[in-house]
């Protein structure tokens, strides 16, 4: 199946990259390793169809944020070939784009179910994901380079979706019934 070898790529590529990467950052082919692993992840990502999840914005949040992986992958190797951004605009892509949206997405999902809450986010919880995915996410590069603002947006806007996780249940009348699957 090409599905099958489109997936294996996509999961094979990045690991390769990293390894690639953590033992030689600054050779051309670790550079171009890089490119092609994210293009990977991109390829594999476009059969998703995550257009269809702009419905449900739990399940977009986690295609944006997979996204960036493809955004810090392709950025790592530009970098290294061309240096236009400093390193860090490529691994806070990874880091607070991938990691940080997924990381939010799945808290929500899992503190919602296990409260017995509605798995649908509301207007803040929306605002908080997606502010996250791009905004404090894409200010390194913006700044050129200058990562401290995009820390304190990050942790920020951690810090207030957690507190929005933790104290959503603890108001009156809220049931908090685990639901089965959650």
């Given at each position: ?92 892509a990874l880091t607070v ?86």
């Amino acid at each position: 199946h090409p599905e099958g070898r489109l997936d294996h790529a996509g999961l094979g590529m990045p690991m390769l990259a990293l390894f690639a990467w953590t033992v030689a950052p600054e050779v051309v082919v670790t550079a171009w390793s890089t490119i092609i692993a994210g293009s990977a992840i991109g390829l594999r990502m476009s059969r998703w169809q995550g257009h269809r999840t702009t419905r449900e914005p739990l399940l977009l949040i986690l295609h944006v944020g997979y996204g960036w992986l493809v955004i810090g992958f392709v950025l790592l190797g530009f970098n290294e070939l061309l240096g236009v951004l400093p390193t860090t605009a490529a691994l806070h892509a990874l880091t607070v784009g991938a990691i940080g949206t997924m990381t939010l997405a799945v808290m929500t999902r899992a503190s919602l179910g296990h409260t017995g809450r509605p798995f649908g986010a509301g207007w803040g919880t929306q605002a908080l994901c997606l502010g996250d995915a791009g905004g404090s996410s894409a200010l390194p590069v913006t700044a050129h380079g200058r990562a401290d603002d995009a820390h304190v947006v990050g942790r920020r806007r951690f810090m207030v979706c957690c507190l929005r996780l933790v104290c959503d249940p603890l108001r009156p009348g809220a049931d908090t019934t685990p639901r089965d699957g959650a």
